[in-house]
C-alpha cells in the first residue's frame, strides 16, 4: 500500500494552510438543539479538529471552535487531514483512523462525540470509495484506499466491504480484480517504470460496475499514462469483466479517498472525469445508459476552466440535467457552462471535500480574499446563491458539510 507518501504530502500541505490569523476569543455563542435537524462542518485549523455544529446553515451567526458550537475531535485522528478518510452516513461519522481502526461515531445528546462502535480490520485499513448510490440506512458499502497487487496474477485485488451500520460487522465482502497494463511504461529518462493502480470511482449503475483507476509510479510517486482505464464487470457477480480505455483527457481525476469524480445523470447517463498528468486540464467522458463503452462522439473539455482550483470537492448531482464541478455549474450532456459561483459569490473560492444536497438545494464552504469563511446556499432553480452562516477566519480547512440527523 503506498500510504506513506500521500501521508508525507498530506502533511506538508497541512503546516503550509495553518498560517491563517488565530480565532477570535469573543465569537458569539448559540445553544445546541440536539431535538431538531443539525448540521455539522468538519473543521481543521491550528489547534486541531472541530465539528462545529448550527440548527441553520444559512443563520446570521459565527461559527467557532471557541464557543459552544465548537466539538473537539482532535483526538480521534492522527492528523487532521483525515477528514479525506471520513464519511458521514445518516448522521453517523465514519471514521479510519491507524490503518486498521473503524469507528462508528455520533453527537450525543450533551453535545459530545462519542464513539458508537468499532470494527479493526486484520490488515492495513484506510477508507477509500463510497458506493452511495447502493447504500442503505443499515448499509454502507466502501472500499479501501488501496488493494493488494497480485504480481502472480497481474492484477489489483480490490476489496468491497458490505458493512452492517447497527452492529459494525461486515455482512460480505467481495474483491474486484482489475487487470494491470500489459506493458512496461517508461520514465522520462528512458528507464523502465514500476507502476501500481490506484482507484479512483467505484460506480454501480444497474447490474454493472465500473470502477475508474489510475497508473502512478512507484519510483516518482507521481500520475503516468494518460489514459482514462475504466473496469467494467457484471453486478454483484463481478463476472465478465473487461478493461475499457480513453486517451482524450489524461487518466480518470481523482485519488483513492473519498472525494467522487463520477456522476449520474438523470437519464443515467454516467459520466467520468479526467485529467491531464502534470496538469490542471479536466475533461468529461460519457458512458451512456445501458452501455458498457466509452461514447466516442462525446468528450466536454474543461482544460480552459479552473476546474477544482484550490478545492478537492467530490461532484454533486444537481438535477434537471445539471452537475456542481466546483467552482461550476454544468450541463455536461450539452457541454455547457451555467455558472460559475465564484462570480456569484463576488470572488469567494469553494473549498471543500464533501458538500452537501438538501431540498434541492446545495450547501458548500467559499474562502474570501480576506480569508474570511462563509456557507453559501445555491439554487440551481433560479441560478443564484446566498451566503449564510461566518466560519472562523482560524480554521485552515473544511472537509464536510454533513446533515445529522
Known amino acids: 500500500m503506498k500510504i506513506k507518501h500521500l501521508l508525507a504530502t498530506c502533511i506538508a500541505a497541512t503546516a503550509l494552510l495553518s498560517s491563517c490569523k488565530d480565532s477570535p476569543d469573543d465569537a458569539p455563542s448559540e445553544t445546541i438543539d440536539t431535538s431538531g435537524n443539525l448540521y455539522s462542518l468538519w473543521v481543521t485549523s491550528s489547534t486541531g479538529s472541530y465539528l462545529l455544529t448550527t440548527n441553520d446553515l444559512m443563520k446570521d451567526t459565527l461559527l467557532s471552535p471557541n464557543n459552544n458550537k465548537g ?3 482532535t483526538s480521534h485522528l492522527p492528523a487532521a487531514f483525515y477528514g479525506v478518510y471520513a464519511y458521514n452516513h445518516h448522521g453517523k461519522f465514519y471514521l479510519s483512523n491507524d490503518g486498521k481502526l473503524f469507528s462508528q461515531h455520533e453527537i450525543s445528546s450533551d453535545g459530545q462525540f462519542r464513539e458508537t462502535n468499532n470494527y479493526v480490520f486484520p490488515g492495513n485499513f484506510f477508507m477509500g470509495k463510497v458506493l452511495d448510490n447502493i447504500c442503505t440506512k443499515d448499509e454502507l458499502v466502501l472500499t479501501k484506499t488501496a488493494g493488494t497487487t497480485n504480481t502472480t496474477k497481474k492484477v489489483l485485488e480490490q476489496p468491497i466491504y458490505y458493512m452492517n451500520t447497527n452492529n459494525l460487522t461486515i455482512n460480505k465482502s467481495v474483491t474486484v480484480d482489475i487487470p494491470m497494463i500489459k506493458y512496461v511504461p517508461k520514465q522520462t529518462n528512458g528507464a523502465d ?20 483507476h489510475k497508473y502512478r509510479s512507484n519510483i516518482t510517486r507521481t500520475d503516468i499514462i494518460d489514459t482514462a482505464y475504466i473496469y467494467v464487470c457484471d453486478y454483484p457477480s463481478l463476472a465478465n469483466g473487461k478493461i475499457i480505455k480513453d486517451p482524450r483527457g489524461g487518466f480518470t481525476a481523482g485519488h483513492w479517498e473519498i472525494n467522487k469524480p463520477t456522476f449520474l445523470d438523470d437519464n443515467n447517463d454516467l459520466y467520468i472525469l479526467t485529467r491531464r498528468v502534470g496538469t490542471s486540464s479536466y475533461g468529461l467522458l460519457r458512458i451512456k445508459s445501458g452501455e458498457t ?6 468528450f466536454f473539455d474543461l482544460k480552459d476552466f479552473n476546474v477544482f482550483k484550490n478545492s478537492s470537492s467530490m461532484i454533486q448531482k444537481l438535477g434537471n440535467g445539471k ?3 466546483s467552482p461550476y455549474v454544468v450541463d455536461p450532456a450539452n457541454k455547457k457552462i451555467i455558472a460559475d459561483l465564484r462570480i456569484l459569490a463576488g470572488g469567494a473560492e469553494p473549498k471543500t471535500t464533501m458538500n452537501f444536497m438538501e431540498n434541492g438545494k446545495l450547501y458548500d464552504v467559499f474562502k474570501t480574499d480576506e480569508s474570511k469563511w462563509f456557507v453559501y446556499e445555491y439554487d440551481p432553480e433560479t441560478n443564484s446563491l446566498k451566503r449564510g452562516a461566518e466560519i472562523d477566519p482560524g480554521v485552515t480547512w473544511v472537509y464536510h458539510v454533513n446533515k445529522i440527523k
Open 71 to 73: 466539538i473537539d475531535i
Open 323 to 325: 452537475a456542481y464541478i
Open 193 to 212: 517504470d514500476d507502476p501500481y493502480i490506484v482507484p479512483t470511482s467505484m460506480t454501480v449503475r444497474g447490474d454493472k460496475l465500473f470502477v475508474g
Open 293 to 298: 463503452a466509452i461514447d466516442p462522439d462525446y
